[in-house]
């Protein structure tokens, strides 16, 4: 995952933009029933405000939706991301960022 932290504005200099762009690489699990390779692909964008140059790490929600590839003639379907992000003073993403899968839907 990659974090942007976006200068503030003149006109709100009490807050920063918070970009989240995230990636899926290599998310893939094999059914337990039917034995097949299921894969989450795509990527997925968050807009957040924090308040700006933070002296200790902010963490913020985060949501995307992303596309669910199964193996033959099955029908498309997505699966829910979510969790948070961990953003250091310095704008990096820190170690305290966690997520979770959500079921997939049809």
Known sequence: MV???TPPTPIAPTTET???HANLQDVSRIGA?????YRAVGSAKDFHTIPP???TPVFVPFHGVYDFHQE???PHSHVNVRGVVQINP???QGPGSAFTF???TF
Do not use: S
């Open 90 to 92: 310095d704008g990096t």
């Open 18 to 20: 918070v970009l989240i």
């Open 53 to 55: 140059t933070p002296i």
């Open 3 to 5: 974090t942007q932290v």
């Open 102 to 104: 959500g079921e997939p």
């Open 33 to 37: 029933v039917t034995g097949l390779t």
């Open 72 to 74: 033959g003639a099955c």
